[in-house]
């Protein structure tokens, strides 16, 4: 079983300071196909890369499309993948911290481990709040903005904007919902459920 060797392993370091015993507990803290740590950095590497290709496809096709109010929809999702990267570098260089041989790896692993919980837990509520932003943002843009509506309302009344708001209003709130359930799902399948694979294997050693 990886928990006993595991378990087996850090009793070696912290008895016999065996350099072997060191040098599997790396091996197996660092193992490239079944390590929950591992899997979350592949994982996380997807995501970023998934998220650049479409963010800089939109966003050029805003710039070259659009002139004027428009491009704000370029800016908006601009700001959203620069925040993205900055999680992902503090995401990043956990998971690679919690890989480190060289720290305190059973004292520390389980405050890193909190810590990759907070991370989870504000992409689950940061994502699924993002949605209802966005979309009401877009959809004012565009309301005000975009060529095809001007054709049709120049200039357009307040009732027309507190009615198309309403509208916006209530999307928002019926459609959160579901992407909240699909974001839960989505979230647990690439981080959650390595996370408490982790939890489990803490757990476990501060029972010995």
């Known amino acids: 079983m990886e ?7 850090w009793g070696d370091v912290g008895t ?16 490239k196909s079944t390590s929950p740590i591992a899997k979350m950095k592949r994982n996380l590497l997807f995501e970023l890369i998934a998220v650049l290709v479409l963010y800089i496809i939109v966003i050029a096709y805003y710039f070259i499309q659009y002139r004027g109010g428009m491009q704000w929809n370029a800016w908006l999702l601009l700001a959203i993948g620069v925040l993205y990267v900055f ?26 481990l909190n810590t990759l919980e907070k991370y989870v837990r ?13 979309l009401m943002a877009t959809g004012l843009i565009m309301f005000f903005y975009s060529p095809e509506i001007s054709k049709d309302l120049t200039v357009p009344s307040g009732k027309a904007v507190w009615i198309f708001t309403a509208v916006l209003v209530f999307l928002s709130a019926v459609l959160t919902v579901p992407v909240y ?7 647990r399948k690439l981080y959650g459920q390595h996370v408490e694979r982790l939890k489990v294997i803490v757990n476990e050693m501060n029972e010995d």
């Open 3 to 9: 928990l006993d060797q595991l378990k087996e392993m």
């Open 16 to 31: 016999k300071q065996s350099n072997t015993s060191e040098e599997e507990l790396q091996v197996l803290l660092q193992k």
């Open 87 to 112: 999680y992902y570098q503090r995401k990043r260089k956990l998971l690679n911290s919690m890989e480190c041989i060289t720290c305190e790896v059973k004292s520390n692993l389980k405050m890193q």
């Open 122 to 134: 504000f992409y689950l509520i940061a994502g699924t709040a993002l949605f209802p932003v966005t």
């Open 181 to 187: 359930y699909i974001n839960k799902w989505y979230v």
